[in-house]
């Protein structure tokens, strides 16, 4: 509340200028100001959580759950993320600060065609596992490496369509490309086709399983979902690790990094 008061110093002088005080009663503002603080403290989101959205099927009208995640053996790439790790040690190598993923992968089921085995004479001989360096292009060449090759040698098929799209659209195949609203259509004409295309059952496509061991980071596991958009797959799954790809991983490790 503003207050005026008068002040004539003691002095009652005729004609003399009266001289006045205004005192500001900032009181009230206090408990305002408390409204404001908990107001915002009660509404406002101190920390965001960071969370990946994944689209994940549906499994309605499916008879048979077991053999959703099922893909055929042709078809079937298996990828393990996991951390690289010094040699003799269990503990994970880092280089500045950052894990350095390595990834396994391989083809088919476990062991291929003849099974993993169960003697450790029998992983040995039928452990169909590779491993991969986490790259994905060749810093000089500008060329595909490490798993993006891989990926991209599995879907070459529906890639090699792909790529006559983009020269296409580049071209002005779909649409004028100099003004905003036709760029807008001729995008929306080639993510269109380019649809399609992933979606033709007589292009032969790959199915991709991702795994990850404790030691991955989830930052790889991003990574590994960019490759996916990247290389235009289309159908790629994220499951668990089983006992199998275990011991296929552990076996690769003792018989090439001691």
Not at 35 to 52: D, N, P, V, Y
Not at 104 to 121: A, H, I
Not at 144 to 151: D, P
Not at 249 to 256: A, F, G, K, L, T
Request: net charge neutral; charged share 30%; aromatic share 6%.
């Amino acid at each position: 509340m503003a207050e005026v008061q008068q002040n004539d110093g003691g002095k009652g002088k005729k004609g003399h200028q009266k001289k006045m005080q205004i005192r500001v009663d900032f009181t009230p503002m206090v408990d305002m100001n408390m409204l404001l603080i908990t107001f915002f403290m009660l509404c406002t989101t101190m920390i965001k959580s960071q969370t990946l959205t994944i689209a994940l099927p549906s499994n309605e009208k499916v008879d048979n759950v077991e053999n959703m995640s099922q893909a055929s053996e042709d078809d079937a790439v298996t990828i393990i993320l996991d951390a690289k790790r010094k040699v003799g040690s269990m503990d994970v190598d880092t280089v500045n600060g950052k894990v350095v993923p390595v990834v396994y992968y391989y083809f088919g089921k476990p062991g291929g065609s003849e099974g993993l085995g169960d003697t450790p004479e029998q992983i040995a001989a039928h452990n169909n596992i590779q491993e991969s360096e986490f790259l994905a292009n060749d810093e000089k060449s500008g060329k595909a490496r490490g798993i993006r090759e891989i990926i991209q040698q599995r879907n070459k098929d529906v890639l090699t369509e792909i790529n006559k799209l983009k020269e296409k659209y580049a071209n002005g195949g779909f649409g004028s490309l100099e003004t905003k609203e036709g760029r807008e259509k001729a995008q929306a004409a080639y993510d269109e086709a380019a649809s399609k295309v992933r979606k033709d059952e007589n292009l032969k496509k790959p199915v991709i399983i991702i795994k990850s061991t404790p030691q991955a980071s989830f930052g790889s596991l991003v990574s590994v979902l960019d490759e996916m958009q990247i290389n235009s797959i289309s159908k790629y799954q994220i499951d668990n690790m089983t006992k199998a790809d275990s011991i296929m991983v552990i076996d690769y490790q003792n018989r090439h990094h001691k």
